[in-house]
C-alpha cells in the first residue's frame, strides 16, 4: 500500500537533547513538508522541500534541522536551540507541478519534553 | 488578522445540516481545500474547489466559494457521529515559489446523538 509514515508515534525527550522525527513515502511524490500543531491551532509549516538535495525554512524553522537526501525521506530534527518543542508533528507529500496540491498526511508524531 | 480564518466549535445533533465556515486574505489561491483529522491522527483531504468555481458537491458534502468575499464553507449533509473531528480550511500557496498550504486554525465538530 502507498502511504507516508512517520515513526515513532510517541517520543519523550529530556531537555537539551536533539531528536530526529523519521517520515518516509512511497508515493513517488517529490514534495515533503513538516508541519506543528498544538492545542487549538492550526498547521504551522516548519520546512519543505520540492526536490532532493534541496528544502526551504518555512515560517517557524528556528530550532528545527532537516535533511532530503533521498526523495522517499524527509528526517526532522528537533535540536535544544527549539525553545517549546513539545507538540504533535505531521508530516506531508505531495506531487509537484501544477496548481492542485493535494497534500498527504502521515498519522504524526506526539514529541513531549520532560 | 490571521490569513486564513476559522471558528474553533460546532457542535449539531445527529441527522442535522453542519456548516463550517472559513475566510481568507490572500485572493491569489487557486485551491482552497478541507481537511478532515480524527483525534490523534493525521488529516485526510474530503474535497477541495477551483478558485473559478461558485460550488462542488460530493455526495453529502457541499462546497461553497464567495470569491467576492473571501469566503468558503462546507456543509455536511445528514451529520453522523463519526463526522466528530476537526475540519481544516487551506489555501495553495501564492506563486509558484511556495508549494505548502496554508491552513486555519480548524473547527472542532461535535455531533450529538
Known amino acids: 500500500d502507498g502511504g507516508i509514515t512517520q515513526s515513532p508515534k510517541y517520543l519523550f525527550r529530556k531537555e537539551g537533547q536533539n531528536v530526529t522525527l523519521s517520515c518516509e513515502q512511497n508515493?513517488?511524490?517529490?514534495?515533503m513538508y513538516w508541519y506543528r500543531q498544538d492545542p487549538g491551532q492550526g498547521l504551522r509549516l516548519i520546512y519543505y522541500?520540492?526536490?532532493?538535495?534541496?528544502?526551504q525554512k518555512g515560517d517557524i524553522a528556528e530550532g528545527y534541522s532537516v535533511s532530503r537526501e533521498k526523495k522517499e525521506s524527509f528526517p526532522l530534527t528537533v535540536t535544544s536551540a527549539q525553545k517549546n518543542p513539545t507538540a504533535f508533528y505531521l508530516c506531508?507529500?505531495?506531487?509537484?507541478?501544477?496548481?492542485?496540491?493535494?497534500?498527504?498526511f502521515g498519522p504524526g508524531t506526539r514529541l513531549t519534553v520532560l | 488578522g490571521e490569513d486564513v480564518e476559522q471558528s474553533l466549535f460546532l457542535s449539531v445533533r445527529e441527522g442535522d445540516s453542519s456548516v463550517i465556515n472559513c475566510t481568507y486574505t490572500?485572493?491569489?489561491?487557486?485551491?482552497l481545500y478541507w481537511y478532515k483529522q480524527e483525534p490523534g491522527a493525521g488529516l485526510q483531504l474530503l474535497t477541495y474547489?477551483?478558485?473559478?468555481?461558485d460550488m462542488k458537491q460530493d455526495q453529502r458534502l457541499t462546497v461553497l466559494l464567495n470569491k467576492k468575499d473571501k469566503h468558503l464553507s462546507l456543509r455536511i449533509a445528514d451529520t453522523q457521529t463519526g463526522d466528530s473531528a476537526i475540519y481544516f480550511c487551506?489555501?495553495?500557496?501564492?506563486?509558484?515559489?511556495?508549494?505548502?498550504?496554508?491552513f486555519g486554525s480548524g473547527t472542532r465538530l461535535q455531533v450529538q446523538p
Open positions: 474547489i477551483f478558485s473559478n468555481m
Open positions: 487551506a489555501r495553495s500557496g501564492s506563486g509558484t515559489g511556495r508549494r505548502a498550504l496554508t
Open positions: 490572500d485572493s491569489s489561491s487557486t485551491y
Open positions: 508515493l513517488n511524490h517529490d514534495a
Open positions: 506531508a507529500s505531495s506531487m509537484y507541478g501544477g496548481g492542485y496540491n493535494e497534500q498527504f
Open positions: 522541500s520540492q526536490i532532493v538535495n534541496d528544502f
